[in-house]
């Protein structure tokens, strides 16, 4: 579903397309990292009490749970628990 009029979206496009290669570069970087930042945000609202390898670990569940199996998945956590517990 697109609800974005067409004079809109070639707007934007040439907006985008208007910038350098390195300045469209660091704009999907900083997009790619908007992502985990609203996710982990989230979740800090839900559980503000967790440690930060709770929360860590909480994100990658949240948006890789599709990626791995359970077995995975529990591994993973463990791992990141493990990590930030040391420091």
């Known amino acids: ?47 503000p009490d967790w440690s930060a390898g709770e929360l860590k670990a909480a994100v990658f569940e949240r948006i890789y749970r599709t990626d791995f199996s359970a077995e995975e998945m529990a591994r993973i956590k463990a791992s990141f628990l493990e990590s930030y517990n040391r420091k």
């Open 1 to 47: 579903m697109n609800g974005t009029p067409d004079h809109i979206r070639h707007l934007y496009a040439s907006f985008i397309m208007g910038k350098t290669d390195v300045e469209r570069f660091r704009m999907g970087f900083e997009m790619a990292d908007f992502g985990p930042r609203v996710v982990e945000q989230s979740i800090k609202q839900q559980h």
